[in-house]
């Protein structure tokens, strides 16, 4: 059993219902959205009858639930979508589009602040930036950890932006929790189903990516471990899915699987232009498809030197290259569906 | 070895170049551009000194190949791409996208000539229209045949449109040949190498659907089979291709594969958006992406009635769908790489 | 609706039952297997009252379908298989496995006589010799045509073996179906339905090969191509489908793909191991694994000199290399659900 | 650069080789197998003159490699296979094949015992049981978890038997390194390399399934994260990947995919035919096919009482299934490449 809570309800209608579950037996859960409270009943083997609810107030629906998926559906949650906040009132899904940019790694404490600069002057409001890195070989940089981390930091403070950075164990998530914006979960870790729990406790929004080979469905399993656990505040990311095409280095963009989730799903998806190809031209026609598609943000990688960079070099823009494509996004926005927001500049 | 011959060559110097190869024991098939045509010289196991063809003129380059692919490549054939004339100077491959648009099938003459007025008027030149229909069952409705051909000529000539529509062996080739102006070879035949060499010998441009399972690798070798039978007139065609997700009744637009298929290859790629999806929303989403992210030509159904189409009606859009598509797609025709041809409405 | 007649219903049966279908306006067409006929009634847009049928004998059972799918279903087949006699009591289907062996293509009359007598030496009965072959280059060699399918011809009578050889179009099909025992559709046009339904209409059994990319649910629906024109005598070859490997030049044979046909559809179904893999040990492996997993035959690749083979040589095994095989199918067959069916030597 | 040592070699000479390293400024790590170590120079990104290395005994080979996978290969390992030997002298990639067996979960101290009296009496001495499961619902059983554990150890410890049980995190890996033989990485946390690392430090033999969708490159990465660690220890399990077949719930065993990686890799590949269908009757024809293909091992699961499973219960055998496979499996092993491992029955 479900109690989807009314928009508005207070704490305290929201305990007398917690309270009420408890009375009769059963463990509540409540996950939490920007707008709107659910509470999950968690050990009710038989069924509870929902007259006994009457009593309470701010409640909007109580849903009888019996399959696996319960907290993605939109319908499930009286139908609207969450808006997720991720801090001073930079939103996702609402009707406009976030652009998240960044480079693929911080690489230095000059580059971290050089990139902030350059993107807070052109209205970019959120800077992505690895720090710990899951590479296709262990041999490969790895991230500067800790470091990298204070250089994010840094650089965000100074312009005011928003961060993104990944997680890849418990340790990042704990140390990136406490400093960056949003967490990343990358496309390797969709399924490390224990992270993700822990991701569903964690006071700060989620972004999580698809995995190259997933299912829309399995993107559900992933979120539903999210949320069940407490944490509404997920925004999840298509960045391309592998085919048969095996002899390129590249996947493909499933513009119509954005479409099918948000006709399902509560939650905003977004989508990663860099990592389908690996070639800076294609990164832009893919990025302005996908403002025109339509989708709830673009996350683009952009770097101070590519060519030098330790890390995706190949597919990453340069300050040059952003900006061509910025006037274009400009341009195209008027006839998206959900145009691009930029934010004023920040001044240091 | 393969001799390719300058833009402007004339008659007289590719019989000269024909005749030379013949003298000295080889077989010659010519395989003609619009701009440009190609000498292939069968037969030689071993290697010909080029120094024997300094005598004659009109020569660009003299490729000695080995690779199983020749004439697909754009390296091979100058580095320019083929421009796909199809009559009355409409052609493919220019900095223009074109549309195609019509019903999946040819259902009666009436519907015929509705469909053309009203195409026609919006500006579209180029009207497809099934007639005969290779469907997912045989008990479907498998198209109007020998009677159709003759509602959609009629239609097209009325309203001065050009036309495709699909072969699916010998006998629908051969009456097509003489009636339409571009002979379309559907997914499921696209591999079918016996009716694409026949389409190398026709005097018609050919549109060939990369199956939903082809990489493209696949649709190079189909090609070959078409240009090494001495047709360079053909347009290929994206449709989505397959995925893992099987659950959903749905294929993806592999806006990459174009790009690469571009880069490599000197045929025009036009896509076909009414495919990947059975929701005509979609189709619209996809028509928008497609003219942003840069191809030849869109391919759209459209029919009068969607609701009550004999095929293809869930992903059809009806007249009115269609004009505001329309509206969309020029005003962001400005920011295309490619912006949308249209024509004059011809009156009738 | 679908009339399912008694296994030994006489013609004289069957023809009432054609000529009472007539009476009532609509359109009878049978569908002959070896030990049961289907008469399907076409045209029947409403709903026939069987009680109509009460009246004939011979009749098993009446189906009212309207799904796309009807003469590929075993349970609408009474629910038991059919057997495919490709003559002188050569069946596929029984309670044993057939092995089909030869070469890729027939490459010259020797060839065709040495592979016969080596075949049948061993007991083999069934040859396959390609004449008409579709290549992955045009340029590459495509088959000794009319000429192939004479030596072909002779080899199979001077050792008593049957044949099965591959159409392309309407001509080679025409041309083999006058010479050949089997007639084999090729993969790449599995989903050709124009060819198809041509198989349907002849009289010698079809071997059609799953498409590389093609689902269970495709195979059906060409099946149904073929059964709804009237012939019932189809073998289907699983040959192993594409995958995301792409690196690797192989595809995955499957096994469960193989039980699940097994389980819905009244066919025989083969495993065809030597063209998922372009390594002759590997083949071995694979024919080893099949024979125990369970399937209605084999199909291999033999050629007397595979290093020197026009096409497939490095999957062709030797005759050294099958004499191998054989020996461990054999001792492998006690344990077999379908033991490998051998034959005596057939003496010249 | 990296250093073979012979087989053999001793812990100074081992020593002895890292300190020469250390001397000239770089950091040494040590990979051990069963038979043979193997030092990874770190940190040497200019060349080291192989020569400074003639000074010390017990080296086989050195191998100067830049490329980013390196301890996988066979041909960088001498050639040879390592041998992971999960305790009194039970091993894997010897000349036969070994059986894993048991439930899904651990459901109850009784059913742990139940199995391991079963299996150890049918001479299993290897059983599978998941105490920490990763499920596709959040609200589906999770495993017993530190209860399990116990249960499993204890029915482990009675009958003699060795261990396999999932790690899905560091706390739980750090608890079954304690207590397991083998530790399991599931297919949903193949490309966790944060905790792929940590597998690498621990002193158990590893044994890391496929996933689903990975390809046999994506497999070598991950083992590169275990092996440059410092575990040479590790097992890898095929067990089944995703096509395009959406509709059926089912993969397929890539048995060609396990030739593959055996010509190229020295660590042991084994088979779990359980988890490709849900279906019991297909997974004894799997397992039967599986071992006459050939790999070092086959994993099935068994259940006293399938039908009431908490998970898997579909394809779980029962003992009476498992007895009747078994009695073929012997059978089949006289012909198979590795025969099938079992030991005498070990008395309580």
């Known amino acids: ?58 409640i909007r629906d109580i849903i009888h639930i019996s399959r696996r998926l319960r ?6 949650m009286g139908g609207s979508n969450t808006i997720v906040d991720i801090g001073e009132g930079i939103k ?8 998240i940019a960044g480079p693929c790694s911080i690489e230095s404490r000059d580059m971290a602040l050089e990139t902030a600069d350059f993107l807070s002057s052109r209205g970019v409001r959120i800077m992505r930036g690895g720090v710990f890195k899951p590479r296709t070989s262990p041999y490969s940089f790895q991230g500067l950890k800790e470091k990298g981390l204070e250089f994010l930091s840094e650089a965000a403070k100074k312009y005011k932006m928003k ?18 914006d949003v967490i990343q979960i990358g496309a390797r870790n969709m399924q490390n189903y224990s992270l993700l729990k822990k991701c569903g406790t964690i006071n700060k929004p989620v972004l999580l ?16 471990y999210i949320l069940s656990e407490g944490n509404q505040n997920v925004i999840v990311c298509e960045r391309g ?28 998806m977004i989508i990663d232009t860099s990592h389908a190809t690996r070639d800076r031209k294609k990164v832009q026609s893919l990025s302005r498809a996908a403002i025109i598609y339509g989708c709830d943000g673009l996350m683009i990688e ?4 590519p060519d030098k960079a330790l890390s995706d070099g190949p597919q990453s823009l340069s300050f040059g290259d952003f900006d061509l494509l910025l006037i274009e996004l400009k341009n195209l926005s008027k006839f998206a569906k959900k145009p691009l927001k930029l934010y004023g500049t920040q001044k240091k």
């Open 1 to 58: 059993m479900m109690i989807v809570m009314k928009i508005g309800a207070t704490k305290k209608q929201i305990l007398e219902v917690v309270q009420g579950i408890e009375q009769i037996g059963y463990e509540a859960k409540i996950s939490k959205g920007a707008q709107r409270s659910i509470i999950l009943v968690h050990g009710n083997i038989g069924y509870i009858d929902e007259a006994y609810f009457n009593k309470f107030s701010g």
């Open 71 to 76: 907290l993605v559906y939109k319908e499930n």
């Open 92 to 99: 996702f899904n609402e009707d406009y589009s976030q652009i």
């Open 163 to 180: 961060t993104v950075s990944e997680a890849v164990d418990e340790y990042s998530l704990s140390l990136l929790s406490e400093v960056v």
């Open 209 to 224: 990516k698809r995995g190259f080979t997933a299912s829309i469905e399995d993107v559900y399993i992933s979120l539903e």
């Open 241 to 268: 899915i592998r085919v048969f095409e095996g002899t390129k280095q590249r996947s493909i963009i499933d513009f119509l699987g954005v479409s099918d989730f948000k006709d399902e799903c509560h939650l905003p």
């Open 302 to 305: 952009v770097h101070p030197d």
